[in-house]
């Protein structure tokens, strides 16, 4: 904890005052737990940051990690102190009793109340959706702001593996694009991973930037549209996945004709070492489909040959059978998914399958979306 009442009731902030004053405070001074008002102890030591502690084991300890470490600590201050020279009205660690939720910050804004959760350690999915419910059912809108992984580096555009966790926070422009913020408390800068693109699993390509805390605002500055340029590398990035999958796939299936990819692209006259370029494409709401675009896309045409239909001639029924034969989540978005991709090919018949670059309409269809649509 980085802040306990005084005898007076009122708030006493350790990371206010030195190490010297802090020393006399704690002979001269007691402190009580905001939740449970039993004494608790002020610890200074040379290495951590001040901070609060129980003095005897009870339930509060329980209900409300102690043992936080310094990065914890470090980043709580940097972000209450940053907010609060924005002028905005913000409480330090408040309890709130109706919740039984103790949030890292609360902002209080108009008459919108937005809880601050700067998270260092892992937090299990149940955890995180019991408090996120928490507060959302009391009308109070969470921020999960994740402390920068160690692996985060360099900045430009590259690969980016994002948690289960992490993925829960994405959060989306007002134009629609991907993106996600986390806190680095040991630069003080917040990191950007822009305009994501998803690639398979927990892999995404996306732009890194970095924003000192001095620099940002709340709530936080949205980031900006890659170029058609910068598209042309997300593009040789995703199609050398594609390209790595085709090769995985080949030597390592065990399933040998019975593997529905490797029948669909043998059965189409697909040369494994060189796909179509209309298969292995990026689609919005492609996330919901947890395989290899260039995989899904394969099968999805075999199928449509069977059927004698095109893509974009599928109906719902159709692609909900689609759906469930391979064991897929059948999901509104998993659906939109197919569309989309149907909806991306049907453009290019209609001009006589002229399009050197298909990624010209990748690009339209999951970034330039003020221009096209
Ligand atoms: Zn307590």
Not at 119 to 124: A, D, E, G, K, V
Not at 160 to 184: E, F, H, R
Request: aromatic content about 14%; some cysteine; hydrophobic content about 35%.
């Amino acid at each position: 904890m980085l802040m306990a009442y005084n005898e007076q009731q009122q708030i006493f902030l350790p990371y206010q005052y030195s190490r010297e004053a802090l020393q006399r405070c704690r002979q001269q001074m007691k402190f009580y737990c905001p939740q449970c008002q039993q004494p608790v102890q002020l610890k200074i030591g040379k290495y951590n940051i001040p901070h609060f502690a129980h003095i005897a084991t009870n339930s509060c300890i329980q209900l409300f990690a102690e043992g936080e470490s310094k990065l914890h600590l470090q980043g709580k201050i940097q972000l209450f102190e940053w907010l609060k020279n924005l002028g905005h009205t913000v409480k330090l660690e408040p309890f709130l009793r109706k919740l039984s939720q103790r949030p890292d910050m609360l902002l209080i804004k108009e008459h919108k109340q937005i809880a601050i959760e700067f998270q260092c350690s892992t937090i299990s999915h149940e955890k995180w959706l019991l408090r996120t419910s928490g507060y959302e059912k009391n009308c109070i809108q969470p921020l999960w702001l994740f402390q920068t992984p160690q692996k985060q580096t360099t900045q430009g555009i590259q690969k980016i593996s994002i948690s289960p966790i992490m993925q829960k926070v994405i959060n989306t422009t007002a134009l629609g694009l991907s993106y996600l913020v986390t806190y680095d408390a040991n630069t003080s800068r917040f990191i950007y991973w822009a305009n994501l693109l998803y690639v398979h699993g927990h892999t995404f390509i996306g732009k890194v930037q970095e924003l000192t805390i001095h620099k940002q605002h709340f709530p936080f500055y949205e980031p900006k549209t890659i170029t058609k340029e910068e598209f042309h590398f997300y593009w040789q990035l995703y199609k050398k996945y594609c390209k790595q999958f085709v090769y995985q796939r080949l030597f390592h299936s065990k399933n040998g004709v019975q593997d529905a990819f490797l029948r669909s692209s043998y059965e189409l006259g697909f040369a494994l070492t060189r796909m179509p370029d209309y298969v292995g494409v990026p689609v919005k709401n492609g996330e919901a489909i947890p395989m290899f675009s260039i995989e899904w896309q394969t099968i999805l045409h075999y199928y449509c040959r069977r059927l004698q239909l095109a893509p974009h001639e599928l109906d719902e029924r159709n692609i909900r059978l689609f759906l469930s034969h391979h064991h897929i989540e059948l999901t509104i978005q998993a659906v939109q998914a197919i569309k989309n991709y149907g909806m991306m090919l049907a453009k290019r018949d209609e001009k006589d399958n002229r399009f050197p670059d298909i990624y010209e309409q990748v690009y339209a269809h999951l970034f330039a979306i003020d221009t096209i649509y």
